[in-house]
């Protein structure tokens, strides 16, 4: 049969017209071009086999004559309005069903009326007329009953909707899964506005950073004739009372007595996901000192099971006064 338009919508051989609308409006959206423009090629193949797909089993002479004769029926299908074939409007003929230009079919679709019909004359947009081929050239309608579309008219995809999501740096550290709940303006399928409440599930990944965006394609308002913005989250770091972040190292701060510094000390933390670390300092500690414990920072999400390093940054705090004893003390214990 060659291309299985009914895969290509995901509908069973059975579905009904709003079946197929609904399909289309789906999938239509999910493969527009301007809706990916990180994977453009695959997603304008995609919409031009869905916009094929639902022009031949919207259909219902078109649709009969596939279910007969498969796809290679097509090729003498008569353009609407025409007694016979006509192979120079790119309708019908050897090569085969020639369908109209995919943009023209969702103008259509997602026009004024959602059940309107449009023309793909001389405004239609050209973004995908192809070198050759199949998608080559489509038909135009000279019917007067037919409405005029060009690029002006076919759908928008609004700005995404940016909300911030905080996130503790325990929950940055080892991961976690939030639940958002949502509630937002949808364009049902008769046209109209309604309300919508979702909940969405974001997994928050260990060693996620400030800045980290996680899109929602199609979970913002909705309008009339426009396409459903994308809801997008951007991870926040709350600050912690003992760890600061340094790309992928943690930084701690600790201030050391004179004595200390001088005769070593132990430096208990407890890390991001509960541990209890003892470290024994036995260097002299001089100011801006900095020990670093390898691979105890904060996780790489790049490269799993690696870790940045804990920088600990020691501050030494210097007596105010001393004794003449403390100071005789000192000067013999330091050979001064």
């Given amino acids: 049969m060659g291309v299985d338009y009914y895969n290509v919508l995901q509908v ?32 304008e193949a995609n919409f031009k086999r869905i916009s094929e797909a639902y022009e031949v089993l919207s259909d219902p002479q078109r649709r009969a004559i596939y279910n ?40 259509e679709f997602f026009g004024s009326s959602p059940f309107g019909f449009g023309s793909t004359g001389p405004g239609r947009s050209s973004r995908f007329q192809s070198e050759g081929g199949k998608f080559g050239g489509g038909f135009g309608c000279t019917d007067n009953n037919f409405r005029s579309y060009n690029d ?32 937002r303006t949808i364009v049902n399928a008769s046209g109209r506005q ?20 996680i899109t929602f394609p199609d979970k913002g308002n909705e309008q009339p004739n426009q396409l459903p913005a994308d809801l997008v989250f951007v991870i926040d770091e709350k600050p912690h009372d003992l760890y600061k972040r340094d790309g992928n190292d943690l930084i701690v701060n600790k201030r050391v007595s004179l004595a200390e510094a001088l005769g070593g000390t132990t430096i208990n933390l ?33 490269e ?30 330091l050979g001064g």
């Fill in 68 to 107: 007969q004769h498969g796809e290679e029926g097509l090729k003498d299908v008569p353009p609407p309005g025409s007694s016979g074939p006509s192979y120079g409007n790119g309708t019908g003929g050897p090569n085969g069903f020639n369908p109209r230009n995919a943009e023209d079919i969702f103008a």
């Fill in 12 to 43: 069973d051989r059975n579905a009904t017209e709003d079946d197929l609308k609904k399909a289309y409006r789906k999938l239509a959206m999910k493969w527009h071009p301007d809706k990916n423009p990180n994977n453009k090629k695959e997603a």
């Fill in 152 to 183: 002006t008219t076919a759908p928008r995809k609004p700005p995404p909707v940016e909300s911030k999501l905080p996130c503790t740096l325990e929950e940055l550290y080892t991961g976690s899964t939030r639940k958002m709940k949502i509630s």
């Fill in 304 to 333: 799993p099971g690696n870790r940045g390093d804990l920088k600990i940054k020691f501050d030494v705090k210097f007596p105010t006064r001393l004794t003449p004893e403390q100071q005789a003390g000192l000067k013999r214990a």
């Fill in 194 to 213: 309604a309300q919508e409440s979702e909940i969405l599930t974001i997994d928050v990944k260990p060693g996620w950073k400030k800045g980290t965006k």
């Fill in 270 to 302: 407890t890390t991001l996901d509960g541990r209890n670390l003892s470290l024994s300092v036995t260097d002299i500690i001089n100011p801006g000192y900095e020990l670093v414990v390898a691979r105890e920072g904060m996780p790489i999400a790049k």
